[in-house]
């Protein structure tokens, strides 16, 4: 069988193990060299690919590969860049195809969310109607859990054990000063429309009532300030403080949501951010308790140094899959999580067609969020515990995490023109 290379390429939001996957992509293709000649990977995702910015994996040492395993961000860049439909925009499939013919391309290994997926569904469609069939491989990354089929998405397990651990440490702190001092704390969570990651933060408690987090605000339940201000009320009454964790995607009934950046990105994804100071403000205005507030934006989907053993294993996994899958001849799937068991924790490989994929947002399911919609029941935190097991902990250097940085040597551009995005 011929040497092809391969593509690989982030897309998205990063996370704190998106380069766990790289190092299962690249460390599994090494060991196909008769196979698989070089991992090119796109500089900021597709948009690399078009205009022929690539950088080769090959030229990095075995050392440093393994390093991305313990590496938070996006090592190659990332993008919310979407491709669209074929009709619309031919010159783009066009010019993709174009690269990776100039660039002997055979693999296509695209890591990313619910938008990606459906980008790495085209491509695959796109090359084999171009007559250059590639082997397209979606390898499943968000934060937001948010994909269909998989038990789980790599990266949220590691934001879910950073905002427990948040929520519970901050927990603490409030609880200390509640009596003369701050009475609200207010934890604001990313995840867009699904609850996922707000449901992490009641792993903080053990579910009793008193313990916090007392209130989650969940995107999947319409939000009512009344019953929200009356709660707020009686736990600072019964237990002196409230803690809130709030979604950056609650929302009011008719769909408007309580923040809104006023911005959109490339798919059209309203920028969400800011519901936290909002909330505490409702507080305030209506209570009068004095209150804190936090934005955990970034730092929980970077935190690298607090992430979930299972989570890293998981990230790993389903790169190596995926260059499995593809030399085994697959093309338009992604490889899924299937949870075998809860407790002890037990998962395994499989795959799924990207077409039942891209596209599909996997909201919280109600079963998981307790009837009065503030809390998680136990059918959630049975889902949600394991993925926040063991931790991994970067190796240190003079009191920081030592983190890799990538030569990233460009590959020569081989086509005449360029492609401007
Ligand atoms: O899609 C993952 C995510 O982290 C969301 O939870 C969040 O709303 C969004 O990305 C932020 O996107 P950006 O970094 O492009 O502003």
New binding site residues.
């Given amino acids: 069988m011929s040497k092809k290379n391969a593509f690989y390429a982030q897309s ?4 704190a193990v998106i380069n766990a996957t790289a190092c299962g992509v690249i460390e599994t293709a090494r060991k196909h060299k008769n196979r698989i000649a070089n991992v090119y990977a796109g500089r900021n995702g597709i948009i690399g690919a078009l205009t022929e910015n690539m950088t080769n994996t090959n030229r990095e040492s075995a050392r440093t590969i393994a390093g991305l395993k313990h590496t938070p961000g996006g090592a190659f860049g990332s993008a ?1 860049y979407k491709l669209k439909g074929l009709e619309e925009n031919r010159a783009e499939y066009e010019r993709l195809v174009e690269v990776f013919k100039a660039h002997n391309i055979g693999y296509f290994f695209y890591n990313g ?1 619910n938008d990606s997926m459906d980008t790495a569904h085209k491509v695959s469609l796109v090359s084999r109607k171009m007559g250059y069939p590639v082997s397209c491989l979606g390898v499943p990354k ?3 859990n948010d994909l269909p089929i998989t038990d789980n998405c790599p990266g949220f397990g590691s934001v879910a054990k950073y905002v427990a651990v948040s929520t519970k440490e901050a927990a603490l702190d409030v609880l200390s000063m509640a009596e003369t001092s701050t009475k609200v704390f207010v934890l604001e969570v ?3 429309h699904a609850g996922w ?1 707000a449901a992490a933060g009641g792993l903080a408690g053990s579910g009793a009532s008193h313990e916090a987090p007392h209130i989650i605000l969940f995107p999947e339940i319409p939000f009512k300030k009344r019953a929200f201000l009356q709660r707020v009320k009686k736990c600072v009454q019964d237990y002196g403080y409230c803690v809130i964790v709030v979604s ?2 609650a929302q009011y009934a008719n769909g408007r949501f309580l923040a809104e950046a006023g911005t959109t ?1 490339a798919f059209g ?1 309203a ?3 800011g519901v936290a100071p909002v909330v505490a403000n409702l507080v305030r205005e209506n209570l009068g308790f004095k209150y804190h507030y936090a934005v955990a934006d ?1 730092l929980q ?1 970077s935190a690298r140094h607090i992430a979930s053993a299972t989570d890293v294993k998981q990230a790993y996994a389903v790169g190596k899959a995926a260059v499995k899958m593809a030399l085994a001849g697959e093309t338009a799937v992604m490889p899924v999580i299937k949870r075998v068991s809860d407790k002890p924790y037990r998962w395994k490989i499989e795959k799924a067609p990207l077409a039942r994929i891209a596209n599909k947002e996997k909201k919280l399911p109600r079963r998981y969020i307790s009837k009065d919609g503030f809390s998680i029941t136990s059918a959630g935190r049975r889902y949600l515990e394991p993925l926040i097991l063991g931790e991994d902990y970067p190796p240190y250097i003079n009191g920081l995490p030592n983190y890799v940085t990538l030569k990233n040597v460009p590959v020569s551009k081989k086509l005449k023109t360029n492609f401007v995005v």
Avoid: K
């Fill in positions: 998205g939001g990063v996370t919310r969310g968000t934060v937001d990313m995840g867009r990651i950056e995607g990105d994804h920028q969400l951010g970034y989907r």
